[in-house]
């Protein structure tokens, strides 16, 4: 069954970074796209970007430009989110959440568990 | 990017009730409108695709319709684990946008 897991809570102080991970298993990593949503708390869900996990083209939401990075690595199956620079106004949950393609639509049809990451002096 | 406006932002409603939430985007995404089921420290959960499509294994008591700007999003007949949140998504092109968010509360 295709599962998403992520890696744990994180606190960081303003201005560093955090790199966050979301393990894929259960279907062809390489053959789907990978994207990243921001959630703070008591919020709605805000689209950070995706990355092709197979040739690894990317792209991002024009709010959070410059400081997230999306990786991945094919051979661990492991799509990462990389945002520098923390403030404050980071703390939030974060997903990873895969994107399925039919005829029909572009959707999100898994996710992963979320990422508490807590920015804080 | 394409704005979406969801409403509305909560309502009470009554287990057995009928309930109804729409989406209007700022410009035409023919059917590109997904819906969303989010429990309170948990993940979104896919409930509709494509506007009327429903995922494997979600209850036939949600069901959606609308193309081009407006969408729905209907619960029949809800039960008490329909009480929680709902956004809807537009997928026609980046940035992926989510509406605000409803709340179905308990009357």
């Known amino acids: 069954q295709v599962q998403l897991v992520q890696s744990g809570a994180e606190v960081k102080k303003p201005g560093a970074s955090v790199k966050v991970s979301c393990k894929a298993s259960?279907?062809?990593?390489?053959?789907?796209?990978m994207h990243w949503v921001h959630q703070a708390r008591g919020q709605g869900l805000e689209w950070m970007g995706w990355?092709?996990?197979?040739?690894?083209?990317?792209k991002y939401s024009q709010k959070f430009q410059g400081r997230v990075t999306i990786t991945r690595d094919t051979s661990a199956n492991t799509a990462y989110m990389e945002l520098s620079s923390l403030r404050s106004e980071d703390t939030a949950v974060y997903y990873c959440?895969?994107?399925?393609?039919?005829?029909?639509?572009?959707?999100?049809?898994?996710w992963g568990q979320g990422t508490l990451v807590t920015v804080s002096s | 990017d394409i704005q979406v406006t969801q409403s509305p932002s909560s309502l009470s409603a009554s287990v057995g009730d009928t309930v109804t939430i729409t989406c209007r985007t700022s410009?035409?995404?023919?059917?590109?409108l997904n819906w969303y089921q989010q429990k309170p420290g948990k993940a979104p959960n896919l409930l509709i695709y494509?506007?009327?499509s429903l995922q494997t294994g979600v209850p036939s008591r949600f069901s959606g319709s609308g193309s081009g700007t407006d969408f729905t999003l209907t619960i029949s007949s809800l039960q008490p684990e329909d009480f929680t949140t709902y956004y809807c998504?537009?997928?026609?092109?980046?940035?992926?946008?989510f509406g605000q968010g409803t709340k179905v509360e308990v009357k």
């Open positions: 998504q537009q997928s026609y092109s980046t940035p992926w946008t």
């Open positions: 494509a506007a009327s």
């Open positions: 410009q035409s995404i023919s059917n590109y």
């Open positions: 990355i092709n996990a197979g040739n690894g083209n990317t």
């Open positions: 959440a895969r994107e399925n393609v039919d005829g029909y639509g572009y959707y999100f049809d898994y």
């Open positions: 259960g279907y062809p990593f390489a053959s789907y796209t």
